[in-house]
């Protein structure tokens, strides 16, 4: 992976991306380098999720990757409604544990090798 992949990087460069007014009413930048010394601080869920629904809206989603870019978001919308849920107001409940169930599987039968090809594109 690049030098500062899964650290932050001092800099004086913005690494933020803001989200489409179309997708989100009055966005605010997504900053995709928070944090502090070596101390990195990833986007939220729901946050990197507006991103690449406008990185999708924009035309350059990495579709070399991800040929199922609607498909994909939607899997990543469960997962963030379902996480969200659970982590934050009350455990879920067994039909919901099962979409969540099928999502991972989603995740890792439709997309996981174009996930990873795309991290390997990354490197150096």
Known sequence: MPQYF?????SVNDYSITPSPAI????????????????????GIGQSELVAK???QQGIFPAAFISDANGFLSVWKTMRLFRNKATHIKPIDQAQFTQVETGFNTLKVEYLRGLVDLKH???N
């Open 6 to 10: 899964n650290a932050h990087k001092e």
């Open 24 to 43: 989100v009413p009055n966005p605010t930048p997504v900053d995709f380098n928070k944090g502090y010394g070596n101390k990195w601080f990833p986007p």
């Open 54 to 56: 406008t990185l999708f």
């Open 121 to 123: 594109s990354l490197k």
